[in-house]
């Protein structure tokens, strides 16, 4: 059974940072590529970032490009998000995602994988 477990959100002011984690089990991580997507109240869930099963190749939204960096580590199947910088619309509910396959990508609809999420509220 696979599982992809979220873990590092919470309330931070604007400006400070967090990190996100997201264990998986139940998959060899290094065949996946990996992605984080968000959804905030009322909002489509929409990409933020993504790695490519080696971490050699990652892609991010503009808006949050040179604030927020994914990075993994497949010998401890884990996914990470740091967050720098946090501004108030980066609240929202995070949620890792694998793909199978080597190659990353923005759309959620290609990642069969999902965690549960974790909520970010950035209070101003």
């Excluded at 998959?27 to 992605?35: E, K, N, P, Q, V």
Aim: proline residues 2%; aromatic residues 12%; positive net charge.
């Amino acid at each position: 059974q696979v599982q992809l477990v979220e873990s590092g959100g919470g309330l931070v002011q604007v400006g400070g940072s967090l990190r996100l984690s997201c264990a998986a089990s139940g998959l060899t991580l290094s065949r996946y590529a990996l992605g984080w997507f968000r959804q905030a109240p009322g909002k489509e869930r929409e990409f933020v970032a993504a790695i490519n099963w080696s971490g050699g190749s990652t892609y991010s939204t503009d808006s949050v490009k040179g604030r927020f960096t994914i990075s993994r580590d497949n010998a401890k199947n884990t996914v990470y998000l740091q967050m720098n910088t946090l501004k108030p619309e980066d609240t929202a509910v995070y949620y890792c995602s694998a793909k199978w396959g080597t190659g990353l990508d923005v759309l959620p609809e290609r990642y069969a994988y999902w965690g549960q999420g974790t909520q970010v509220t950035v209070s101003s």
